[in-house]
């Protein structure tokens, strides 16, 4: 018998995210009291031995000098510039802004104050998407295992203590959807504002997110006037984008005013030369990816044309004539891209912070470079990294599993459909935006857009799929 179970109006009060955040029963208590257990055991007896330290906190990722920077621009002067003391462009001011007023209030303890911060953020978006399962479903079991799921996640965990925009973003980000999937249900203006505001906001956290918006609105659109809701369809696509777009327009205008740019954020230009441009030369070249972006650096058709364009305008015409060239291959390694944020093992990332780490993945290396992947495996079940690698493949490889489960299931048999519509549309927007770039460098980073949304369908799964049928 299909499971029908809708939300009922009772679930959500005018003041649902303060009653939701304090209301309390044993499921919630017992992912709190876990939540806050592996992170204290996560950073003082994993990462901890490995010397992890404020300075590896600001250091061991280049992009973390590219928020501090700002961040202390902002805090000493009042004015966003990078390290060579020009208007940012680039990076967006968002998570510098963060930075800047904890910088501001503890110049000297400001980075452990960001860490608990993030650290915290993350523990709140836990406890909301146990909520969030519990009032979808009214399955208690379902919502703590989706919890946990969210709470074991270790990437999350291990990038909440860097100085790197991706934390704070997918804290917005969650909360925001909250907000969202509230206002699909209850219809209220007040959550699509609030969720609205927090979307804008993450903008200026990560710009990755800045088309969101539209396809929400797209959305929300065609499911109003399917219930011939026309008047409250332009009423909340007014309040989704010009509550998004109003504050990034004005952002734009501050860059061509200062600078002459005329988008949002030049990273766009950046990632789509630099990154999705070299992985498709390295492959039509026969070479490897970094090769390709020290080539692209020098190529002498982007100086001619910062000759007559601005350098983000020459790398955006340079990337878009290789990609439209190259669509097979550029769908092959977006393909490839997805498959690493889902499947690349946070463990392999982690243990970079320590030299028998790093020494351990030289020798899973040089197996595979010798001996091809039977020597890569040997290598991996000779050696407790590689044993904890494995283990974690294969969790990655359920929660895989019962999120697809959990996406199909949810949309035919929970009702209403559209929440679990717009939560999976959420899910495949950041799984493929992100792929391009991320066909290179720390995968699990960018897992991070996507990693709750993979942890709230798997807990569906065991709502629709009950390990033991009812009698």
Same mark, same amino acid.
């Given at each position: 018998m299909p499971l029908t179970r809708s939300i009922t109006s009772n679930n959500y009060k005018k003041n649902f995210f303060m009653k939701t955040l304090l209301t309390q029963d044993k499921g919630k208590l017992l992912l709190l009291g876990i939540t806050i257990g592996i992170r204290i055991l996560f950073f003082y007896f994993l990462v901890g031995p490995m010397n992890f330290s404020t300075e590896i906190s600001t250091g061991f990722y280049p992009d973390s000098e590219t928020y501090i920077h700002p961040a202390n621009s902002i805090a000493t002067i009042g004015q966003f510039l990078n390290n060579e003391g020009i208007p940012e462009i680039i990076r967006t001011p968002g998570y510098p802004l963060f930075l800047a007023l904890f910088i501001s209030i503890s110049l000297s303890y400001w980075v452990e104050?960001?860490?608990?911060?993030?650290?915290?953020?993350?523990?709140?978006?836990?406890?909301l998407l146990y909520n969030l399962i519990l009032d979808l479903t009214e399955n208690r079991k379902a919502a703590l295992i989706g919890g946990l799921l969210a709470s074991v996640n270790l990437h999350d965990v291990y990038f909440s203590g860097f100085i790197l925009s991706d934390s704070l973003f997918q804290s917005l980000l969650w909360i925001a959807s909250f907000f969202f999937v509230a206002f699909l249900k209850k219809g209220s203006f007040t959550n699509l504002f609030v969720a609205a505001i927090l979307f804008?906001?993450?903008?200026?956290?990560?710009?990755?997110?800045?088309?969101?918006?539209?396809?929400?609105?797209?959305g929300v659109f065609i499911h109003l006037s399917f219930q011939k809701k026309y008047r409250k369809s332009f009423y909340a696509i007014g309040i989704?984008? *010009?509550?998004?777009?109003?504050?990034?327009?004005?952002?734009?205008?501050?860059? &061509?005013? =200062? !600078?002459?740019?005329?988008?949002?954020?030049?990273?766009?230009?950046?990632?789509?030369?630099?990154?999705?441009?070299?992985?498709?030369?390295?492959?039509?070249?026969?070479?490897? *990816?970094?090769?390709?972006?020290?080539?692209?650096?020098?190529?002498?058709?982007? &100086?001619? =044309? !910062?000759?007559?364009?601005?350098l983000q305008e020459a790398e955006f015409s340079l990337a878009k004539d290789t990609i439209l060239s190259n669509l097979p291959l550029f769908a092959l390694l977006t393909i490839k891209g997805t498959t690493l944020i889902l499947f690349y093992p946070s463990i392999f990332d982690i243990i970079r912070l320590s030299p028998d780490g790093l020494n351990f993945i030289d020798i899973v290396k040089n197996s595979f470079l010798n001996s091809g992947f039977k020597g890569a495996i040997q290598s991996f079940v000779t050696n407790p990294a590689g044993i904890l690698t494995v283990l974690n493949i294969i969790l990655l490889g359920i929660i895989f599993i019962c999120m697809c489960f959990g996406i199909f299931g949810s949309i035919k048999k929970i009702s209403p459909p559209i929440v679990f519509v717009a939560m999976a549309g959420i899910f495949l927007y950041f799984l493929l935006i992100s792929s391009g770039p991320n066909g290179y460098g720390t995968y699990p980073r960018f897992r991070l857009t996507v990693s709750f949304y993979q942890a709230f369908f798997a807990g569906l799964f065991f709502v629709l799929y009950p390990l033991k049928k009812k009698t």
């Amino acid at each position: 018998m299909p499971l029908t179970r809708s939300i009922t109006s009772n679930n959500y009060k005018k003041n649902f995210f303060m009653k939701t955040l304090l209301t309390q029963d044993k499921g919630k208590l017992l992912l709190l009291g876990i939540t806050i257990g592996i992170r204290i055991l996560f950073f003082y007896f994993l990462v901890g031995p490995m010397n992890f330290s404020t300075e590896i906190s600001t250091g061991f990722y280049p992009d973390s000098e590219t928020y501090i920077h700002p961040a202390n621009s902002i805090a000493t002067i009042g004015q966003f510039l990078n390290n060579e003391g020009i208007p940012e462009i680039i990076r967006t001011p968002g998570y510098p802004l963060f930075l800047a007023l904890f910088i501001s209030i503890s110049l000297s303890y400001w980075v452990e104050i960001v860490i608990i911060i993030q650290v915290l953020l993350n523990i709140l978006s836990v406890l909301l998407l146990y909520n969030l399962i519990l009032d979808l479903t009214e399955n208690r079991k379902a919502a703590l295992i989706g919890g946990l799921l969210a709470s074991v996640n270790l990437h999350d965990v291990y990038f909440s203590g860097f100085i790197l925009s991706d934390s704070l973003f997918q804290s917005l980000l969650w909360i925001a959807s909250f907000f969202f999937v509230a206002f699909l249900k209850k219809g209220s203006f007040t959550n699509l504002f609030v969720a609205a505001i927090l979307f804008a906001f993450g903008f200026f956290v990560r710009p990755v997110s800045l088309y969101l918006p539209v396809c929400l609105a797209i959305g929300v659109f065609i499911h109003l006037s399917f219930q011939k809701k026309y008047r409250k369809s332009f009423y909340a696509i007014g309040i989704l984008l *010009f509550t998004c777009y109003l504050p990034a327009s004005l952002w734009q205008i501050r860059n &061509q005013n =200062l !600078t002459g740019f005329r988008g949002f954020s030049a990273i766009s230009s950046h990632n789509l030369y630099y990154y999705h441009t070299a992985g498709i030369n390295a492959i039509n070249n026969g070479t490897d *990816f970094y090769t390709e972006q020290d080539n692209l650096k020098k190529d002498q058709a982007l &100086q001619d =044309l !910062t000759k007559v364009m601005s350098l983000q305008e020459a790398e955006f015409s340079l990337a878009k004539d290789t990609i439209l060239s190259n669509l097979p291959l550029f769908a092959l390694l977006t393909i490839k891209g997805t498959t690493l944020i889902l499947f690349y093992p946070s463990i392999f990332d982690i243990i970079r912070l320590s030299p028998d780490g790093l020494n351990f993945i030289d020798i899973v290396k040089n197996s595979f470079l010798n001996s091809g992947f039977k020597g890569a495996i040997q290598s991996f079940v000779t050696n407790p990294a590689g044993i904890l690698t494995v283990l974690n493949i294969i969790l990655l490889g359920i929660i895989f599993i019962c999120m697809c489960f959990g996406i199909f299931g949810s949309i035919k048999k929970i009702s209403p459909p559209i929440v679990f519509v717009a939560m999976a549309g959420i899910f495949l927007y950041f799984l493929l935006i992100s792929s391009g770039p991320n066909g290179y460098g720390t995968y699990p980073r960018f897992r991070l857009t996507v990693s709750f949304y993979q942890a709230f369908f798997a807990g569906l799964f065991f709502v629709l799929y009950p390990l033991k049928k009812k009698t």
